[in-house]
Structure formats: structure tokens, C-alpha cells
């Protein structure tokens, strides 16, 4: 059997999907037999070298970065997968989307309490920098996403029962205590 | 015998007595309706729609539905548990449910019936509200966004003389559950407890006692609610 191509990326996210990922413990050995990595921070691909079967997507689209880099996925992944709450409904990032963007940056960035460096009152402004978005939006809300996987971190049983069911053509196997927002 | 009757709940036949609601001839026999602004010992209301079943292929709320003799229910139907589902998904994206940062998330009501229904993503776009966090009073929280206005603190948060804690403010999509507060000054911790108990989400929270239940323990973390 061919081994399938995955390729993983964190948005908006912490790296807690990805750790959860590693979470799966001896059964890596069983994934490695199964895929290989493309495009993804756990092999430090930048770019896609071929198309992937499967796209792992965590965290939420905050700035102009993250929509272009869920576009990409999108482009070279026949199956695209929400990982975790970020993802599937921005998650923590999202809790300012009830705040003014001209509240967040003036007080990360002027009147923060620890904020005692940026004398001159900059706000970061530049054409290299990714535009913030005023919202921070889930994924499902830029691109088509096939699957959703919650929780924070989803747990290890459930991303490897997800992609062990995906690889392998079978049902997969939805227990209670798997499917957790929390 | 005057007063039994019968009626077949899923093809499954069963006695009560005239006078009780479809959904509590359902709890005594063992049968899952879910329920969320449903408070037992407190009037139904009826207005979050979940326990909806159809009675001779018509849509009611078995909460405020009196049984009676003949009825065919259905209740645990992939329409119905479909319908069911919808519903708690607006729920989900009409407030911000941001369970890895609540309080109430693994004793939540609304995320255990998602759980149940294995809600993976709500089908509809999230509305992320913007409602003022009501902060002012010394022993509850009451974060409007998360409130599903289901009348249930209303209800059952009473003082010696019967005079309600909170209430209802404003009308329509502006509507919000409120404590009085001139009354809430003086809400004992018993009281306070109990309205964070009784909330089905996590609007009213107890000041300083959030997350005081280590994750597997709670609740709804190893048992499906209505088990």
C-alpha cells in the first residue's frame, strides 16, 4: 500500500493539537508505517513538495497569514480536517472578537501595564507583517473543511481513531468520553 | 382505574395516570427526552424547544404536553434527535460558548446534550455577541453571553417572602436574564450556589469558586446525560 501524505499546520493555535498528536505515544510507530509528513512543523516543510490525501488544520484564521496558509492547505489536500476547538470555532483567540481591534493593539501595544518600551507609541504597521483581521474566524468559515475533530486538545484516541478510519477506508469508532470541547 | 391510561411512547407501551406531562410519564419509565430550560419542581415553559416530540406525526414540546389516553409519540427518531441537535447548535453559536475557558464546562447542561448528540461543528455561522458581563455584584457573575434565557434562575431563585432574585429585561432578541441589584446584595452563598447550580450553562457563575473540579471528575465527563 502507498503511504498516504499528510501535512499539518498551526493557525491561530497554541501547538496543543499538534503535542495531542504526539500524545497517540507507540502507535507513531504504527502511523509512520502507515503516512508520511509533508508540509508540517514536525518535519519543518515550508512548502508543499506534492499533493497531500490528508490536511490537518489547527487553530482558527486571525490575521491575512493564516487565510492564505488555509487556502494553501486547501489547494493541496484532497481532505482537510479541523483539529480542535481553535479551528472549528476560533477558540480562545476569538474572545476578542467582542472588543474593538483598535482596543487590542492600543492596549497590547500602548497602555498595557506591561507595556514600558514602546516610548514612541508605535503600532506595529508594516507591509512584511500579515494584517490582523478584525474577527478571528473558524476555519470552516474561509475554506470547505471535510471533517471536525473538537476539544482543547482533542484527545490522542480521537485523532488516531479519525486517522486511522480515514487511512485504512473503515468506520470509525465514536466512544463518549472522545468527544470533549474541553 | 378510571384515571389510567395508556399511551405508546416509540412503539413502546405505557400506563400512567391522567394529569402528568408526556415527559414526566417518559422519566419515570426510563425513557431520554432531553430537556434544558425543563426545571423539575418548577412550572415548564417550553421555550427552549428540545424536548420536542411529534404526536401523531405532529411537532410538541413534551414538557408542557399533558399525556393522554391513546397518544402515539415518537420520540427517539433520527428526525427528531436531527431537529434536536439544531437546536442546541444555535444555542452554540447565537452566545460565546468558549468551553475550554468555562467555569460550568464538563457540569454544562447544553455542552453535555452536545456531547450526547455528538455536535462536531454547529451548521451555522457563529454570531460571537457582544452582551455586557454583569460583574457588580459581590458573590455572582452573570455573563450575559452565555445565558440561553432559560428562565430556570427565575424560577427557582426566591427569597423567604417569594420575591425573585432575577428577572427578565428588555423584549425580543434583546432579551436578558438580570439580578436585581439592590436584592442580590443580599443573596446568601446557599442561594448563590444554587443559582449557579440550577443555570444549565454557565451564565451565573460563583465568584471564586470557578473550576474547582479536576477534569474526569465532573459530571458529564464519563457519563452521557440522561444515563
Known amino acids: ?182 | 382505574m378510571e384515571n389510567q391510561i395508556k399511551i405508546i411512547i416509540d412503539g413502546q407501551e405505557v400506563l400512567t395516570e391522567k394529569g402528568k406531562t408526556i415527559l414526566e410519564v417518559a422519566r419515570e419509565n426510563n425513557i431520554f427526552i432531553p430537556t434544558l430550560c425543563h426545571f423539575m419542581g418548577a412550572d415548564p415553559k417550553a421555550n427552549c424547544r428540545v424536548c420536542t416530540i411529534k404526536i401523531h406525526n405532529r411537532m410538541m414540546t413534551s414538557c408542557t404536553t399533558p399525556a393522554a389516553d391513546g397518544m402515539e409519540i415518537e420520540n427517539n427518531t433520527p428526525e427528531l434527535n436531527d431537529i434536536r441537535k439544531s437546536i442546541i447548535e444555535l444555542l452554540f453559536v447565537s452566545g460565546n460558548h468558549f468551553c475550554p475557558t468555562c467555569e460550568k464546562s464538563g457540569d454544562c447542561e447544553l455542552q453535555a446534550l452536545a456531547y450526547r448528540y455528538q455536535m462536531m461543528v454547529p451548521r451555522f455561522p457563529y454570531d460571537f455577541p457582544q452582551k455586557k458581563i454583569d460583574s457588580s455584584n459581590p458573590k455572582i457573575l452573570k455573563e450575559q453571553n452565555r445565558c440561553i434565557s432559560c428562565k430556570r434562575c427565575i424560577k427557582t431563585i426566591k427569597d423567604e417572602q417569594g420575591r425573585h432574585y432575577f428577572a427578565f429585561r428588555n423584549r425580543g432578541n434583546k432579551i436578558e436574564v438580570v439580578l436585581d441589584p439592590d436584592l442580590g446584595i443580599e443573596i446568601s452563598d446557599e442561594l448563590a450556589l444554587m443559582a449557579m447550580k440550577n443555570c444549565p450553562v454557565g451564565s451565573i457563575i460563583y465568584k471564586e469558586k470557578g473550576f474547582e473540579k479536576p477534569i474526569g471528575t465532573r459530571k458529564f465527563d464519563k457519563t452521557p446525560i440522561g444515563s
Not at chain 1, 518600551?117 to 508605535?122: A, C, D, R, S
Open chain 1, 1 to 182: 500500500m502507498n503511504k498516504k501524505v499528510i501535512a499539518t499546520a498551526s493557525l491561530a493555535g497554541c501547538f496543543g493539537c499538534h503535542m495531542s498528536i504526539l500524545d497517540i505515544d507507540e502507535r507513531i510507530l504504527d502511523l509512520i508505517e502507515l503516512v508520511e509528513f509533508n508540509k508540517s512543523p514536525v518535519d519543518d516543510f515550508k512548502k508543499f513538495t506534492k499533493p497531500a490525501d490528508i490536511g490537518i488544520i489547527e487553530g482558527g484564521c486571525c490575521n491575512s497569514e493564516n487565510v492564505e496558509n488555509l487556502r494553501y492547505f486547501r489547494e493541496n489536500c484532497k481532505i482537510l480536517i479541523s483539529l480542535g476547538e481553535c479551528a472549528i470555532m476560533g477558540g480562545l483567540p476569538a474572545m476578542r472578537n467582542g472588543i474593538p481591534l483598535e482596543e487590542c493593539l492600543r492596549e497590547a501595544y500602548l497602555d498595557g501595564p506591561t507595556v514600558q518600551l514602546n516610548k514612541e507609541g508605535i503600532l506595529p504597521n508594516n507591509e512584511e507583517l500579515p494584517q490582523i483581521l478584525d474577527r478571528v474566524v473558524p476555519c470552516h468559515e474561509v475554506v470547505k473543511i471535510d471533517y471536525f475533530l473538537p476539544g482543547c486538545p482533542p484527545r490522542a484516541d480521537l485523532i488516531w481513531d479519525a486517522l486511522y478510519a480515514l487511512i485504512t477506508g473503515q468506520e470509525m469508532k465514536l466512544p463518549y468520553e472522545v468527544i470533549k470541547f474541553d
